[in-house]
């Protein structure tokens, strides 16, 4: 399973993290990071979402085994 992410900012500065709800990815934060350029921000697509959508569905007993 790979796990697409975005990064923006400062990447020597403080680390904040971006998760977003189910049934959207990370696009909805796209806003909110123009305030935080002093920041380094993560922007993850979580699985199943955005770029992050495999053809393998997602569960927490398989991501336990691999």
């Not at 500065?13 to 806003?31: E, N, P, Q, R, Y």
């Amino acid at each position: 399973m790979a796990l697409h992410y975005q990064e923006y900012g400062d990447i020597n500065a403080a680390l904040m993290l971006f998760l977003h709800g189910g049934g959207v990815s990370g696009w909805m934060w796209d806003k909110q990071i123009q305030y935080f350029t002093n920041f380094h921000c993560v922007v993850p697509d979580l699985p199943e979402q955005g770029l992050s959508n495999d053809e393998v569905d997602f569960s927490i007993k398989i991501a336990q085994i691999n």
